[in-house]
């Protein structure tokens, strides 16, 4: 069983067979699907979802409190097309999704732990993409919008490790979250990069 209802997932453990999550079961169609990791109270999903009913959307919040916001905004809004899952992002790319099942990606505004012994913590790394890079379908994208200069920094050099992503030019399309919003109204820069897997 990987849904408890009201569209929170529940994983299955890891130790017990393949734990990989199947779409077509979960949402009753073959819709592509898309994922946020550290969703917050889940603004950017709930607009894309209600703007996109032909993609389905999965937001990953370590935070029940702000999950749970989202979620009750999702069935006021009677969005069919949403679940959501409380763990921890990495831990969800790498163990319970499939090569090749995601159509992209949205990461705002992670946490950027400026502390040097903290940068550890930081969700975006080299291993962090080998797995985004797994799990894409072909021209599969990833989006990421980040107030912080120092980790956007990190950002592109990891992402010039990669050898299946490209960058896509173009106009944004991606966030409206509401740390976006926090820092523009601070007037603090906004960096962002759209990446898309080529086809091998
Ligand atoms: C700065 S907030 C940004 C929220 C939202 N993306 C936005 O732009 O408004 C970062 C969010 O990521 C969540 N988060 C941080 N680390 C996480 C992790 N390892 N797994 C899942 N969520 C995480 C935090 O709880 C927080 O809600």
Known sequence: ???TGEGFLTLPATDAGDPTLNWSTIFGNDQPVEIELGIGKGRFLLDAAERLPGVNFVGVEWAAKYLRIAQHRAVRRELDNMRFVRTDAREFVE?????????????????????????????????FLREVERTLQEEGRLWLATDY??????MLEVLETS???????GEWVG???????????QGKPIYRRIV?????
């Open 175 to 185: 966030a409206k979250t509401n740390y976006e919003d926090k820092y523009i109204a």
């Open 163 to 169: 050898r299946c992503l490209a960058v896509v030019d």
């Open 149 to 154: 200069a120092d980790y956007f920094d990190v």
């Open 196 to 200: 898309q897997k080529i086809p091998q």
């Open 95 to 127: 163990f319970f999704l499939s090569t090749g099942s995601i159509g992209a990606y949205h990461i705002y505004f992670p946490d950027p732990w400026p502390k040097k012994r903290h940068h550890k913590r930081r969700l975006f790394n080299e291993g």
């Open 1 to 3: 069983m990987q849904e």
